[in-house]
């Protein structure tokens, strides 16, 4: 697990983050405590032009933090959101009418005995992004982008080499992802994801079809922007486009993160127990 600072400030940081991820995840958000360091934070400037590797490309390298402040700093709220929805509202994601019954079904509960962080998953594709709310770091050579989550201590390689998908990918938790470049923009094409990730922490599930596309930019030296396509016929009426989300430059080491001595599967099925007894109610 992350130092007791980190793991303080991640989880005051996800109450306030997380639930502006997608519109679908409720909307709360009231910081626990006051931060840990005492720290007050403030937005980066952008901090000069953006970084650029020696074929040109922007430089996408760098620990990044969700928000705008390079670090965690649950004391500024707005500056920690990865966007706000009253500047850039979002479409909430177009479930086929079988689907949005089924999410409108399952019990939080429910919810929660499939999330990621109950079963120790790794986030997927695009949850290594938005549904993450401890730093990443990008490591950029030439012909691939190599990506290193604190959560968990995930990782994934791109190739942006020029190199077509496999034909029939295996399944895996982060899909196949193959980068090319669009401008200043790294376009990374996934597909193949394992169908027990979601795309949010709210119950945004995806079947064996869904294809994503991210888009990496980096705007200037303090910051990098990330928005995600989504297609996933089988689960939604037409392709769904977030608006884009902000990261910031830090300047700390990612910490080792291994989720140990889970407890939380069991208590949430003994939950699911005492919800099951439950007469149901008179309508």
């Given at each position: 697990?992350?130092?007791?600072?980190?793991?303080?400030?991640?989880?005051?940081?996800?109450?306030?983050?997380?639930?502006?991820?997608?519109?679908?995840?409720?909307?709360?958000?009231?910081?626990?405590?006051?931060?840990?360091?005492?720290?007050?934070?403030?937005?980066?400037?952008?901090g000069?032009?953006?970084?650029?590797?020696?074929?040109?490309?922007?430089?996408?390298?760098?620990?990044?933090?969700?928000?705008?402040?390079?670090?965690?700093?649950?004391?500024?709220?707005?500056a920690?959101?990865?966007?706000?929805?009253?500047?850039?509202?979002?479409?909430?994601?177009?479930?086929?009418?079988?689907?949005?019954?089924?999410?409108?079904?399952?019990?939080?509960?429910?919810?929660?005995?499939?999330?990621?962080?109950?079963?120790?998953?790794?986030?997927?594709?695009?949850g290594?992004?938005?549904?993450?709310?401890?730093?990443?770091?990008?490591?950029?050579?030439?012909?691939?982008?190599?990506?290193?989550?604190?959560?968990?201590?995930?990782?994934?390689?791109?190739?942006?080499?020029?190199?077509?998908?496999?034909?029939?990918?295996?399944?895996?938790?982060?899909?196949?992802?193959?980068?090319?470049?669009?401008?200043?923009?790294?376009?990374?094409?996934v597909?193949?994801?394992?169908?027990?990730?979601?795309?949010?922490?709210s119950?945004?599930?995806?079947?064996?079809?869904?294809?994503?596309?991210?888009?990496?930019?980096?705007?200037?030296?303090?910051?990098?922007?990330?928005?995600?396509?989504?297609?996933?016929p089988?689960?939604?009426?037409?392709?769904?486009?977030?608006?884009?989300?902000?990261?910031?430059?830090?300047?700390?080491?990612?910490?080792?993160?291994?989720?140990?001595?889970?407890?939380?599967?069991?208590?949430?099925?003994?939950?699911?127990?005492?919800?099951?007894?439950?007469?149901?109610?008179?309508h």
């Amino acid at each position: 697990m992350p130092s007791l600072l980190r793991l303080h400030a991640a989880l005051a940081c996800a109450l306030v983050v997380l639930p502006c991820l997608f519109l679908t995840s409720p909307a709360s958000g009231q910081a626990v405590g006051p931060p840990p360091n005492g720290s007050h934070l403030q937005p980066l400037p952008k901090g000069g032009p953006t970084p650029r590797s020696a074929d040109g490309h922007p430089d996408l390298s760098g620990i990044w933090f969700p928000g705008l402040t390079g670090g965690f700093d649950v004391s500024n709220p707005p500056a920690q959101r990865l966007f706000d929805p009253k500047l850039t509202p979002e479409e909430k994601p177009p479930f086929q009418p079988w689907a949005a019954a089924k999410l409108a079904a399952m019990s939080q509960v429910e919810i929660e005995l499939h999330r990621a962080s109950v079963n120790c998953l790794p986030r997927g594709v695009p949850g290594m992004f938005t549904a993450n709310p401890y730093p990443i770091q990008l490591v950029q050579t030439p012909g691939q982008l190599v990506q290193l989550d604190e959560l968990n201590n995930n990782w994934r390689v791109v190739p942006t080499d020029g190199r077509p998908h496999t034909k029939d990918p295996d399944p895996t938790f982060n899909g196949e992802g193959i980068g090319h470049w669009d401008g200043d923009t790294l376009v990374i094409d996934v597909i193949a994801m394992d169908d027990r990730s979601w795309n949010d922490i709210s119950g945004w599930f995806h079947s064996d079809q869904q294809h994503v596309v991210e888009r990496l930019s980096r705007p200037d030296f303090n910051h990098l922007d990330y928005q995600v396509i989504i297609d996933d016929p089988k689960v939604l009426t037409h392709p769904w486009t977030s608006v884009k989300r902000h990261w910031s430059l830090g300047h700390e080491a990612l910490e080792e993160y291994y989720c140990t001595n889970n407890q939380d599967v069991d208590q949430y099925n003994d939950l699911k127990k005492k919800e099951e007894a439950q007469p149901a109610p008179n309508h």
